[in-house]
C-alpha cells in the first residue's frame, strides 16, 4: 500500500507540474548539407542523454512480393558496417554503460541509444557508420543469416503462436490487397525467400539516406558543442535521391466480413475491427477515448458486463490502434470456456449502440481523458527509450511537421466532450463495414460468431 501511496503522489506532482500552463518542449532544429534533419533538447536532470533516429521508411514502402524489407533491416543494421565489426556496435556501447534497441512500423523504422553523455562521440560515431557505410560491409551471406532469423521470428511470433496468425488474417481483409497496411510489417515467407541480395541493397540506398532520416539527441547535452559532434560524424555521409512520395489507395470496407480461424488454442477468441482516422486526423483522439470508455479498465462497459457481471469472458481489450495513413480500431475479448462468440459479439453490439445512442456520462469521459493525460504526462518524464521524449520529438516531427507538438497532442483530448465519443463511434463503427474474425479450437468451430451476424 505504501508503493501504491507512493507512485500516487508522484502522478499527483507530475499533474501539478504541467497541469497549470501549457506543455512547452524547447528544442533547436537545423538541417546539414546532406539533408539529415537533427533536433537537440536540453535535459539535465540527469548526466545522460539519448540518440533517437527515425528513418522515414517502414513495411508501408515495401511492394506486394517484396515485403519484410524494413524489417530485416532492423536486423541487418546490427551485422557491422565499414568501421564497426560484426559484435562490436552492442560491445562497444554497454562498455561505455549504453544500451539501444530498434522497432519498425507500417510508417517508419526507428533505432536509438541511451547513455552517459560522456559517450556521445561513440553513439554518433555507430549510427553515423551504419548510415553511411552498411553497405560496404554487407554480403550475401550476412542478408541469408538474417533472413533465416526473420523467417524463424515469424514462425515464433505468428505463425506457431497461439492467436499468431490473428493479426495478419485482419490486416489482409481490412485493406486491399494494393494498400501498404495490407501485408505484416515482418512480410512473408515467399517473399523473404524471394528477395535477392540485389533487392535489399537497392532497398537500402533508396530509403536509408541522410536526407530521409531525423535525428533527435536529448538529455544532459551541450547544443554548440552537439552540434560540431553531429556535424563531424555525420556531415560526409552522402545525400541519397529524393525519396517519392506514393499514391495512397482508398480504404474502405464496404460490407461486414466474417472469418473463422480454427488455432491450437484452448478459448475462443473474438477480434472486431474497423478501418479508421489517421493519426491526429479527426476522430484519432474520440476513438483512443471510445476505447477507454469501452475497455480501459475494471469499470469500463463491455470489461464490466463481460468480465463481472455476466462473467463469460476471461479478458477484454480496445484500441484505436493509429497510423500514418489509415488507422484501426479493435476490441478483442477472449470467452471463457464453453462460452460461444455469438454470445460475446451479442454483448459487444449492445454496448456499442448503447454509446451511439446516448453519450456517455461527464465521468466516464473524464476519467478516460485523465488516465490518457496522466499516461501522456509519465511519458515525458522519460528522455530516452520508446516513447520517451526525444521518440516524441522525432514523431511530432514527422507527422506535423512541428517537434514540440506536445500541447497541441494532449489538448486534443482534454478539449472532448460526451457528444464527440458518441458521435464518432456512430460514425466509424459502423455495423455494415467491419472485419470480425473468430479464433477458435481446432474442430470446434462451433464456438464461432455466427455466419449472418449477432442476434
Known sequence: MRFKNFYLLILILILVQFGQSQISVKYEKFTLPNGLTVILHEDHTIPVATANIWYHVGSGNEKPGRTGFAHLFEHLMFMGSKNVPVGKFDEWLEAAGGDNNGSTTTDRTNYWENFPNSALDLALFLESDRMGYLVDAMTPEKVDAQRDVVKNERRQSYENRPYGMASIMIGENLFPADHPYHWPTIGSQEDLSAASFQDVVDFFKKYYVPNNASL???????????????????????????VVPFGVPVAFLPEPKRLVLEDKVQLPRLYLNWITPKHFAPG????????????????SRIYKRLVYDMQIAQDVTAYQDASFLNSTFSIIVTARSGITLSQIEKIIWEEIDKVKNESPALRELQRAVNQYEASFLMRMERVGGFGGKA????????????PDYFNEDLSRYKALTPGDVSSVCSTFLRNDGYVLLSVVPQGKKELAADEKGAK
Do not use: C, H, R
Open 216 to 242: 533527435v539527441i536529448a538529455g544532459d547535452i551541450d547544443p554548440v558543442k552537439t552540434k560540431e559532434q553531429v556535424t563531424k560524424w555525420f556531415s560526409d555521409v552522402p545525400m541519397g535521391k529524393p
Open 284 to 299: 484519432d483522439a474520440e476513438l483512443d477515448i471510445l476505447a477507454q470508455v469501452l475497455a480501459g479498465g475494471k469499470n
Open 391 to 402: 521518440d516524441l520529438l522525432n514523431a511530432y516531427f514527422v507527422e506535423t511537421g512541428n
